[in-house]
């Protein structure tokens, strides 16, 4: 069965670093993966999807890269902002319509 | 823009009632999703649909029932309300049968049940 890591499990920053934000998964068979934001009490709202043929994708301060052969995915952040403070998760698709969730990174952003 | 809206943002039940959360789509996306969300635990898939009155297990479907009867609809049912079921329940959807589709979710419920 996928398993899918994040480290760390919270990160605090001051506002303008530069962070990088990290995702693990143990099966490199996947069809893509998907990373998510999620506020306290609201759902996920879904930020960048990088298919398993792709390398990154990029919006606006978000990059996130896909190695599958290592099984891993970073999401880094430019300039960070107070906004940006939330719970980051990633998700894997696998064969069979199954998206396996991380537990999520919390962020912190320091005005 | 895609939408996923469900029936409430919050509920509050009795152990032993039958309840009913509702699920709608407005993208005509064939995949439907119910998870839960606990602390530590992160997401778990109770249910996915990937069509009209087709449904698959997923990690923890035990408690839990669904019904799709029509394409925008997914309704998650507990037939006899725990107090173990007390969680944040939500909705996804997404468009490719074959897996490769992105996800959207809804807003989630949150449900306790006393």
């Known amino acids: 069965k996928q398993e899918v890591t994040q480290i760390p499990a919270a990160l605090s920053v001051p506002e303008g670093e530069n962070l990088v934000l990290n995702c693990s998964f143990t099966?490199?068979?996947?069809?893509?993966l998907q990373w998510f934001r999620q506020d306290p009490g609201k759902g996920l709202t879904s930020l960048l999807l990088?298919?398993?043929?792709?390398r990154e994708q990029t919006s606006g301060r978000l990059n996130a890269s896909l190695d599958k052969s290592s099984g891993r995915s970073t999401l880094y952040i430019a300039a960070s902002q107070p906004g940006d403070s939330a719970t980051y998760l990633c998700?894997?698709?696998?064969?069979?319509?199954?998206?396996?969730f991380g537990t999520g990174t919390s962020l912190t952003v320091i005005p | 823009d895609v939408k996923v809206t469900q029936s409430s943002r919050y509920l509050v039940k009795r152990t032993g009632e039958k309840v009913f959360l509702e699920c709608v789509q407005d993208?005509?996306?064939?995949?439907m999703f119910w998870y839960r969300q606990d602390p530590g635990l992160g997401l778990r898939l109770i249910y996915f649909?990937?069509?009209?009155?087709?449904?698959e297990k997923g990690d923890i479907p035990e408690g839990y029932s669904v019904s799709r009867e029509k394409k925008e609809r997914f309704s998650l049912i507990l037939e006899s309300a725990s107090t173990n079921q007390t969680s944040m329940y939500l909705c996804?959807?997404?468009?490719?049968?074959?897996?490769?589709?992105?996800?959207?979710f809804g807003p989630g419920t949150r449900l306790t049940v006393l």
């Open positions: 996804a959807s997404s468009l490719y049968s074959s897996g490769d589709g992105e996800q959207f």
């Open positions: 099966d490199s068979a996947i069809y893509n």
């Open positions: 990088i298919q398993s043929s792709q």
């Open positions: 998700a894997v698709s696998t064969t069979g319509n199954q998206f396996y």
């Open positions: 993208m005509d996306h064939e995949n």
């Open positions: 649909s990937y069509d009209v009155k087709m449904k």
